[in-house]
């Protein structure tokens, strides 16, 4: 495979664009106030990195440390936990101002659960918040994972009471096969991507995001320039790219996308001319397992094709990058534990601002002396095996 930066960019026209009103200030007060009802719940931090903007010759990095979030070590819970509440509100037919932790925990409310089972597929960090979920509410979960996903996450996703296994199946059709066995067993699909017939549980997910947005705008004090953003099937990217188009309008930052070149089906079909998503087949094994999907959500790209404005593929060797600096910082920034998925965005921010042939994309996206970055570092170490091979071996070197 010929892996490198490629980057598209899509110009947005003055034309009809997607509805973004899910993710407007209704919608995330409701996504804070549930989370902020869950006796688990902190802001996770803010690393503002002054020296490696300095050292990179920007004017501001700050990355989002998502291995502090409810001790999962990766930002899924949010999705997961605000979804599971509102399927099983309106399950108990509960008003969504009644939908609060304190509330399902009643235990007249609990007992009606108990038939109740979740299902979904995960390359890790999703089964793992549906698992955490299923256990916060009482719910019996079952988990499917792709060929080759990490025995480590499988044993976390177990280790939280849920039935997980390793599945024959890519990622995209680990999902179809959950989904197959909800509608055989009458389980519940908790997956993080739409598809014909299935809308409403993805976008409640996506709205749970909104409140790692949320939390990121309080502690930046100011607005972002330039915003990256990694993709799998696009979930995470497209609902914070909605809350920033939604709440600011055309005062939202330059928001790029990223993906790895072995799962970039959201960079094809942005560079695709036809208006058709397209689809990576057949075996995907990029190191960065959260981002590997071969199928955009469709909820999802009706978002990013309109208000995201950069789609940017990547080697492996960029994650790795990214792990290296977060995980050894310059003078005092603070330390980001990040996995290969978190990372990806602040490897091709650096990558950008040294490596003299990528300028043209460097002065396409904008980034200059005045700009203030904003990334997320989706995971921590939830691979650790891993995690050691790229930050102390060395595995997949820049150059």
Not at 36 to 62: F, N
Not at 148 to 161: D, F, V, Y
Not at 226 to 239: D, K, N, R, Y
Request: contains cysteine; negative net charge; glycine residues 10%.
């Amino acid at each position: 495979m010929n892996e490198s930066i490629k980057a598209v960019h899509l110009a947005h026209t003055d034309g009809e664009l997607s509805d973004v009103s899910a993710f407007g200030s209704g919608a995330t007060a409701r996504a804070v106030t549930f989370h902020r009802s869950l006796p688990v719940y902190e802001p996770t931090p803010l690393a503002d990195l002054k020296c490696l903007a300095a050292g990179l010759g920007l004017g501001r990095i700050a990355v989002k440390d998502e291995s502090k979030r409810f001790g999962l070590n990766a930002f899924k819970g949010l999705g997961t936990s605000y979804s599971v509440a509102r399927y099983l509100a309106q399950y108990l037919d509960l008003p969504e101002s009644e939908m609060t932790y304190e509330t399902l925990q009643k235990p007249e409310y609990r007992e009606r659960l108990r038939g109740v089972t979740l299902v979904t597929a995960t390359d890790g960090n999703h089964g793992r918040g549906i698992a955490w979920a299923a256990k916060l509410f009482g719910l019996f979960a079952h988990v499917f994972m792709p060929k080759g996903s990490s025995p480590e996450r499988l044993a976390n996703i177990r280790g939280l009471g849920a039935e997980a296994a390793f599945t024959n199946y890519n990622y995209d059709d680990a999902v179809r096969y959950a989904a197959q066995m909800a509608k055989e067993k009458g389980w519940v699909l908790i997956q993080d991507t739409a598809f014909e017939g299935y809308t409403e549980i993805p976008l409640r997910i996506m709205q749970g995001y909104t409140t790692l947005a949320h939390e990121a705008m309080e502690q930046y004090d100011d607005m972002p320039t330039h915003i990256f953003l990694q993709a799998g099937v696009g979930s995470l990217p497209a609902a914070i790219t909605g809350y920033f188009a939604t709440h600011y309008g055309e005062k939202r930052p330059v928001i790029t996308i990223v993906e790895p070149n072995r799962a970039d089906c959201i960079y094809r079909t942005a560079a695709a001319s036809d208006g058709e998503r397209h689809i990576v087949t057949g075996e995907i094994n990029s190191i960065m397992a959260g981002l590997s999907c071969g199928e955009p959500s469709p909820i999802a790209w009706e978002i990013l094709k309109d208000y995201a404005d950069h789609f940017v593929s990547v080697p492996e060797w960029v994650a790795a990058k990214g792990m290296r600096i977060l995980g050894n910082p310059l003078d005092d920034d603070p330390r980001v534990v990040s996995g290969e998925s978190g990372a990806v965005t602040t490897g091709l921010v650096a990558e950008l601002m040294q490596n003299r042939s990528l300028d043209y994309l460097r002065d396409r996206i904008g980034l200059n002396k005045d700009s203030r970055i904003l990334c997320i570092s989706t995971e921590g170490d939830t691979d650790r095996t891993n995690y050691r091979r790229v930050v102390w071996d060395g595995l997949y070197p820049s150059y």
